[in-house]
């Protein structure tokens, strides 16, 4: 039995989809491993070498999963779902004690976390104060933070949603009403972020900007490549950004699906100011000042 809260929410001609909420936090339930528990999280024991990539939804996880997983494989690529190489925490049972609960969950079907073989790459958009995190030295393992405006992240959240039209009318005013009410999965952006900006200093924390991956993509890999204490050769520094660059990611479209057997992508443009093609002044003002401005208030800016 499940032992968290389901909401769903409703306005005008749209019904949202089931949400969890597991230690406050809004999860996609259709996401979630049927065995998911919030005394789990807790339970669940990280490795050193463990790695997380972790970001507010639509901010660049995809990227960042295919990145981590060329520089931990010396720039090969696999046309593999990403979802079978870095694996999404909330998607798959964690512990193997609930193999027995949920048949489905077994590792025919799907990897249970806590069994597979080391360096574990894994992906989650949790909230720092909620994801797992190592008891001592030798269980604290590394995190890999990728943030993006809230504005261009709102503007993929909106397109992203429409891949689900039986869920009813889903409009921009609608979207960026329960973007800034943080009513959206995982909550409030500007609450996610700077929970995660806040340790960026913190050795085993990387905290990325998409915007910086767009702007120089090799600098950003030998910068995720040193702190994951990987070093790489210049000729695949620079194999790695081409072949991660969003048109060479584009032509692999299989292997950025969100379900392996439907047509249906985490890959849109990938582009930073997509904003200003929808955003009004008014729609701008009340980014920039009940999320921006928060976020400066820490010295966080976006391009």
């Known amino acids: 039995m499940a032992t968290f809260q389901i909401v769903q929410e409703k306005e005008g001609k749209w019904t949202g989809p089931e949400t969890a909420i597991i230690h406050g936090v809004r999860i ?104 797992p995190k190592g008891k001592d030295e030798t269980t604290t393992c590394k995190y890999i933070y990728i943030a993006r405006s809230p504005k261009d992240a709102a503007v993929s959240y909106y397109y992203f949603m429409l891949l689900f039209p039986e869920m009813g009318v889903f409009t921009w005013d609608l979207c960026v009403k329960l973007f800034l009410q943080g009513r959206l999965y995982y909550n ?59 048109e060479e990611m584009a032509k692999r479209p299989d292997t950025f699906k969100v379900f392996p057997k439907l047509d249906l992508s985490y890959l849109r443009k990938g582009n930073v100011g997509d904003w200003k093609n929808h955003f009004t002044p008014e729609v701008n003002e009340k980014f920039e000042s009940e999320l921006l401005a928060k976020t400066r208030e820490h010295g966080l800016e976006f391009d």
Not at 59 to 80: C, F, H, K, P, V
Not at 207 to 217: A, H, M
Not at 219 to 234: D, G, H, M, Q
């Open 28 to 131: 996609p339930k259709a996401r979630l491993d049927p065995s998911f528990r919030e005394e789990d999280l807790d339970d669940f024991q990280t490795r050193k070498d463990d790695v997380f990539v972790v970001s507010y939804p639509k901010s660049g996880t995809t990227w960042m999963r295919e990145l981590l997983w060329q520089i931990y494989n010396n720039g090969a690529i696999s046309d593999e779902n990403i979802g079978n190489r870095v694996f999404w925490f909330e998607n798959n049972a964690i512990l193997s004690k609930r193999e027995s609960d949920h048949p489905e969950s077994s590792p025919d079907s799907k990897p249970v976390m806590e069994l597979l073989p080391s360096p574990r790459l894994l992906s989650t958009h949790l909230p720092y104060d909620v994801i």
């Open 188 to 246: 409030l952006w500007t609450d996610h972020v700077l929970g995660w900006w806040k340790h960026r200093n913190d050795p085993n924390v990387l905290f990325v900007k998409f915007e910086d991956l767009k702007k120089d993509l090799s600098s950003s890999v030998r910068a995720i490549s040193e702190f994951l204490n990987k070093p790489l050769s210049e000729e695949v520094i620079q194999r790695i950004a081409h072949q991660c660059s969003f």
